[in-house]
T-cell receptor, first 111, second 114 residues
Framework: GENVEQHPSTLSVQEGDSAVIKCTYS??????FPWYKQELGKRPQLIID?????GEKKDQRIAVTLNKTAKHFSLHITETQPEDSAVYFC??????????FGKGTMLLVSP | DSGVTQTPKHLITATGQRVTLRCSPR?????VYWYQQSLDQGLQFLIH???????AKGNILERFSAQQFPDLHSELNLSSLELGDSALYFC?????????????FGSGTRLTVV
């Protein structure tokens, strides 16, 4: 089955800096890679996703890149704001339309 | 409000007991997924139902079982509870079985076993 590794586990940045979170996956058949943001005590919410036929996708301050050859994908957040502080999870589809999640990255943006 | 409804929000019970967690998917969604979230294990996939049929099983213990009913709501039954079963249990739903639009999580049930 799919295995998703996520780094770093914690990331501290100053407001206005960029943040990058990286994930690797094991199953070359995986085609769908979403990113979820989970604020403390709340549900994970989809913030951006990418499919294997696309190398990069952007949505305002958030972008995701995918390298299928190397089996890794990354989340880029520019001009970080305190409200970006949360735990971010990457995931890959693992057959039967289920998602395997990384262990999460706690992002802390200091004013 | 995501449209995925989970009840109850909180549950405190004793070791050895049995509980039932309930999930109603978003209107029109046929797939329901159950995940367990604990501090050290992240989001662990338990089981997936599509239109009433079990589609995939993950790391679900034999003490746990689930089903999806004709009205598409799902229940996760946890029995012979142990302290280590304390966790957040999330349900998610999606419109189909192919992840065309990803999936949406409910707000979760926080289970505390004492």
């Amino acid at each position: 089955g799919e295995n998703v590794e996520q780094h770093p586990s914690t990331l501290s940045v100053q407001e206005g800096d960029s943040a990058v979170i990286k994930c690797t996956y094991s199953d070359s058949a995986s085609n769908y890679f979403p990113w979820y943001k989970q604020e403390l005590g709340k549900r994970p919410q989809l913030i951006i996703d990418i499919r294997s036929n696309v190398g990069e996708k952007k949505d305002q301050r958030i972008a995701v890149t995918l390298n299928k050859t190397a089996k890794h994908f990354s989340l880029h957040i520019t001009e970080t704001q305190p409200e970006d502080s949360a735990v971010y999870f990457c995931a890959g589809d693992s057959g039967y339309s289920t998602l395997t999640f990384g262990k999460g990255t706690m992002l802390l943006v200091s004013p | 409000d995501s449209g995925v409804t989970q009840t109850p929000k909180h549950l405190i019970t004793a070791t050895g007991q049995r509980v039932t967690l309930r999930c109603s998917p978003r209107s029109g969604d046929l797939s329901v997924y159950w995940y367990q979230q604990s501090l050290d294990q992240g989001l662990q996939f338990l089981i997936h139902y599509y239109n009433g049929e079990e589609r995939a099983k993950g790391n679900i213990l034999e003490r746990f079982s689930a089903q999806q009913f004709p009205d598409l709501h799902s229940e996760l039954n946890l029995s012979s509870l142990e302290l280590g079963d304390s966790a957040l249990y999330f349900c998610a739903s999606s419109v189909d079985v192919g992840l065309s639009y990803g999936y949406t999580f409910g707000s979760g049930t926080r289970l505390t076993v004492v």
